[in-house]
């Protein structure tokens, strides 16, 4: 059975600069490549990953007037999303990302949110048909929380599964906690929320313990290069990533979260499996360059 997934995100375009080293300050550097205009956002990467990965996806999301972003439209379109609630405002800029990607292939990221900030409650609103219909509703920490919260409330009275990816971490409402289902934050997101450096297995016990004790069953911490660990009500595990060279490791979690939404069963009863798709759709993404240039297509991972 096909998933029906909504995802509530921002839409960045990304600039990109790839680097030997990170300068220190005061520092001037020469970049190796300087690329522009790449299609970005954690929402919009993780609506592309969705679809491609073959679920039914439609996207929610606000950019500004000035058509920088248009050029992703025709991503979203060959991914075949509903794009009826990504909408233009007048009120800020398209967000936009500035990120370098060093010669290991990890990165830093500086984020304008410009349009994704003015989401607001009415926005969310407009969709409640879509998300009274959707298996899972998808949120990230670009946009702003009192829209998740609408989303989520309304996904919750529809029986609609919430997963939240806390990220960029910052500290959370009671009121949004209590409605999220699944949360897939990564090792730096899992200490920020929980005050437990992940270091090993006991910290990760530790720190999936404080998010079941806030009443959310499925708690999964992404580890890069040492795959994932979930815990539920059922018991936990870490499930190993596949090992590959990465050379940017840019919207690797976004392709997680969309693999695991695309092929998780609604009881959830296929969990580790999902995960063990997911890992390896993040795995095909470190291993090209750019966020939604890398997120690769079901047949790939075939
Ligand atoms: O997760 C990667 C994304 O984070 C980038 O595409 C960038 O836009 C930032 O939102």
């Given at each position: 059975?096909?998933?029906?997934?909504?995802?509530?995100g921002?839409?960045?375009?990304d600039?990109?600069?790839?680097v030997?080293r990170?300068?220190?300050p005061?520092?001037t550097?020469h970049v190796?490549?300087a690329?522009?205009?790449?299609?970005?956002?954690?929402g919009a990467?993780?609506?592309?990953a969705t679809a491609r990965l073959g679920a039914e996806?439609?996207?929610?999301?606000?950019?500004?007037?000035?058509?920088i972003a248009?050029?992703?439209f025709k991503d979203f379109?060959?991914?075949?999303i509903?794009?009826s609630?990504v909408v233009?405002t007048?009120q800020a800029?398209?967000?936009?990302?500035?990120i370098t990607?060093?010669?290991?292939?990890?990165n830093?990221?500086?984020?304008?949110?410009?349009?994704?900030?003015?989401?607001?409650?009415?926005?969310?609103a407009?969709?409640?048909?879509?998300?009274?219909e959707?298996?899972?509703?998808?949120a990230q920490?670009?946009?702003?929380i009192?829209?998740?919260t609408?989303?989520f409330k309304m996904?919750?009275?529809h029986g609609?599964t919430?997963?939240?990816n806390?990220?960029p971490a910052?500290?959370l409402p009671?009121?949004?906690?209590?409605l999220?289902?699944?949360?897939v934050?990564n090792e730096s997101?899992?200490?920020?929320?929980s005050?437990v450096?992940?270091?090993d297995e006991s910290?990760m016990r530790?720190?999936t313990?404080?998010f079941?004790?806030?009443?959310?069953h499925?708690?999964l911490?992404?580890?890069?290069?040492?795959?994932?660990?979930y815990s539920?009500d059922?018991?936990?595990e870490?499930?190993?990533?596949?090992p590959?060279k990465?050379?940017?490791t840019?919207?690797?979690?976004?392709?997680f979260?969309?693999a695991?939404?695309?092929?998780l069963?609604?009881?959830?009863s296929?969990?580790?499996d999902?995960i063990?798709y997911?890992?390896k759709?993040?795995?095909?993404?470190?291993q090209?360059?750019?966020?939604?240039?890398?997120?690769?297509?079901?047949?790939?991972i075939?």
């Open positions: 059975m096909t998933n029906k997934v909504v995802v509530l921002s839409t960045n375009v600039q990109f600069l790839t030997e990170y300068a220190k005061g520092e550097l190796e490549e690329q522009k205009a790449y299609g970005g956002g954690k990467n993780q609506a592309i996806t439609t996207f929610i999301s606000k950019v500004g007037t000035e058509g248009d050029f992703m379109e060959a991914a075949g509903d794009t609630y233009e007048e800029h398209t967000g936009q990302a500035f990607v060093d010669a290991q292939g990890q830093t990221i500086y984020v304008y949110g410009g349009a994704n900030m003015t989401i607001d409650e009415a926005d969310v407009r969709a409640e048909q879509t998300i009274a959707a298996d899972f509703i998808v920490l670009e946009v702003p009192p829209a998740i609408a989303a996904a919750r009275a609609v919430t997963l939240l806390p990220a910052k500290a009671d009121e949004l906690l209590q999220i289902d699944i949360i934050p997101e899992a200490e920020t929320l005050g450096p992940v270091t910290s530790e720190s313990a404080y079941h004790d806030l009443g959310i499925t708690v911490i992404t580890l890069g290069e040492h795959g994932t660990f539920t059922a018991g936990s870490q499930l190993p990533a596949y590959v990465a050379v940017d840019t919207a690797a979690g976004d392709t979260i969309g695991l939404v695309s092929h069963a609604s009881d959830m296929n969990l580790s999902a063990d997911a890992n759709a993040g795995s095909l993404t470190v090209r360059a750019g966020a939604q240039a890398a997120i690769p297509h079901a047949s790939d075939d």
